[in-house]
């Protein structure tokens, strides 16, 4: 892009390139750059190396490269800045530093014009950059809005200065695009270019990977019974015993024989011993018996928990491969990716592309246990 007008309105700015075509700057859906706020098409194009901007049959403005104008159209004040000479682009290194400071002091890391009278900086959190305004100072633009709150920024958005263009570039790569002298601390650097890019735009199609989604069925069985527990009550096998104590007591008592006493008492109250025993050595057993039904239920459900994963796993790699984001687009399409013609007419998800996040439905299938 050679020469480019830059529009600023509201809290918007945008940018057309100008050449020997006009382009046309309006509210409707087929032109190049689009403002809700015009009722009219405004008209831009090179005239004699200046840029002439007209509604209809009017001439609104004519700008020199360099020179700027304050413009009311329609109730709403635009500003223009037409710059004819294409801006200098270099890269640099921040990969080494998670903080990265941008105004027009001579301290900061990017330092910009001193009329640039804005105050930020590049915080690498969370393997992500973020970008803070100084409260007080003149906002930048992210993506053509100005921005006065922590914003997250992500490969390929556009931070604008002034006149001093920024992208951000496999997230350790600084882009600068500026027509105005600035200084910097960053390293230059020059990052590789694939052959397909230096062959472009003849380019050979290679062969598509695909990544099939899982049509896997997944069983799932029931758990063992319950162990049933059989055995009576503690005080039903206490009963038998404690009551012939109490009847051979009392028939001692009453008949006066105790050598019936000394005999019977000691017999039952070891029958008691030994029965209150076997309860409770029962019930420890059907509770070890449970406690391994559930362990073993538990680790098959763990081991059919990681399946499942694996295979959501699958799912999930082949919908992101296929149908990449709008930033893994545009990093495909700057680096000129081979993936790029990778799909053919013939391929059922010719000129599909991806729009967002959603739930999907599982690509395989989970049976349900029977009763």
């Not at 706020?37 to 190396?49: A, E, P, S, T, Y």
């Not at 069925?217 to 049933?228: I, T």
């Not at 309860?279 to 559930?294: D, I």
């Not at 239920?297 to 149908?323: G, I, N």
Request: net charge neutral; hydrophobic share 35%; proline share 6%.
């Amino acid at each position: 892009m050679s020469s480019t007008l830059w529009v600023f309105y509201d809290q918007y700015v945008q940018r057309v390139a100008v050449d020997g075509l006009p382009a046309v700057i309006g509210p409707g859906e087929q032109v190049k750059v689009r403002i809700s706020f015009l009722q009219k098409d405004i008209q831009v194009r090179d005239q004699d190396g200046q840029c002439l901007v007209t509604c209809g049959d009017e001439e609104l403005l004519t700008l020199s490269s360099g020179e700027s104008c304050n413009l009311n159209i329609d109730g709403q004040p635009y500003f223009f800045l037409y710059i004819k000479e294409a801006p200098s682009k270099k890269k640099y290194y921040m990969g080494h530093s998670n903080l990265v400071t941008i105004s027009n002091k001579s301290s900061a890391n990017v330092v910009l014009p001193l009329d640039i009278q804005v105050d930020c900086l590049l915080l690498y959190e969370k393997k992500k950059w973020t970008l803070y305004p100084k409260e007080g100072t003149q906002a930048p633009y992210v993506n053509g809005v100005t921005v006065s709150t922590p914003t997250r920024i992500l490969d390929g958005d556009e931070l604008l200065f002034g006149r001093v263009l920024l992208k951000i570039l496999d997230g350790v790569i600084l882009i600068v695009e500026s027509s105005e002298p600035y200084k910097t601390t960053l390293t230059q650097v020059e990052t590789p270019t694939s052959l397909m890019q230096q062959q472009y735009p003849i380019y050979r199609r290679t062969p598509r990977m695909i990544y099939e989604q899982p049509t896997d069925k997944v069983d799932f069985s029931m758990p063992s019974e319950e162990v049933d527990d059989t055995s009576r009550p503690l005080w039903l096998v206490l009963l038998p015993p404690l009551s012939i104590i109490v009847i051979m007591v009392t028939i001692s008592i009453t008949l006066k024989r105790t050598w019936m006493l000394f005999m019977s008492v000691p017999i039952m109250t070891v029958m008691a011993f030994v029965a209150t025993m076997m309860f409770f050595r029962e019930k420890k057993k059907r509770k070890q018996k449970e406690e391994k039904r559930k362990r073993v239920y538990t680790r098959y459900l763990e081991v059919k928990r990681d399946e499942l994963q694996e295979l959501a796993e699958a799912q999930r790699h082949a919908l992101s491969y296929h149908f990449p984001t709008f930033e893994q687009m545009k990093d495909e399409t700057r680096r000129v990716s081979s993936r790029i013609w990778e799909r053919t007419i013939d391929n059922d998800d010719f000129l599909d592309i991806r729009i967002g996040r959603s739930s999907v439905p599982a690509s395989f299938e989970l049976n349900q246990p029977s009763e």
